[in-house]
């Protein structure tokens, strides 16, 4: 079955830096634009970060542009999210998924448990 395992969060202070990554099983990983979402308490998630299926492509929500930087390891079926310069409104749970067109999760019925980021001095 579809899984993914997401790992990497934690506390960090506004400015620093924080590595997330994602580790998906139980589909053909390196055929799919996989996305990075986030959700805060009491908001909806959010579409953060895209790449396509062969790193040739990404995009980035407004809000975290040139501040954070998606990635993947099709060999190893990972994605990855750097997050540098981080700021108190980065602060949610940090999920991955593979991506539809619209920006909306492949396989819904199949979030992982996230991870969280909290930035706070």
């Known amino acids: 079955q579809v899984q993914f395992v997401e790992s990497g969060g934690g506390l960090v202070q506004p400015g620093g830096s924080l590595r997330l990554s994602c580790a998906a099983s139980?589909?053909?990983?390196?055929?799919?634009?996989m996305n990075w979402y986030r959700q805060a308490p009491g908001k909806e998630r959010e579409l953060v970060a895209t790449?396509?299926?062969?790193?040739?492509?990404?995009a980035y929500a407004d809000s975290v542009k040139g501040r954070f930087t998606i990635s993947r390891a099709n060999a190893i079926n990972t994605l990855y999210l750097q997050m540098n310069s981080l700021k108190s409104e980065d602060t949610a749970a940090y999920y991955c998924?593979?991506?539809?067109?619209?920006?909306?999760?492949?396989?819904?019925?199949?979030w992982g448990q996230g991870t969280q980021v909290t930035v706070s001095s």
């Open positions: 790449i396509t299926s062969t790193g040739a492509g990404t």
């Open positions: 998924n593979a991506g539809r067109g619209s920006g909306g999760p492949v396989f819904a019925g199949s």
């Open positions: 139980g589909f053909t990983f390196s055929s799919y634009t």
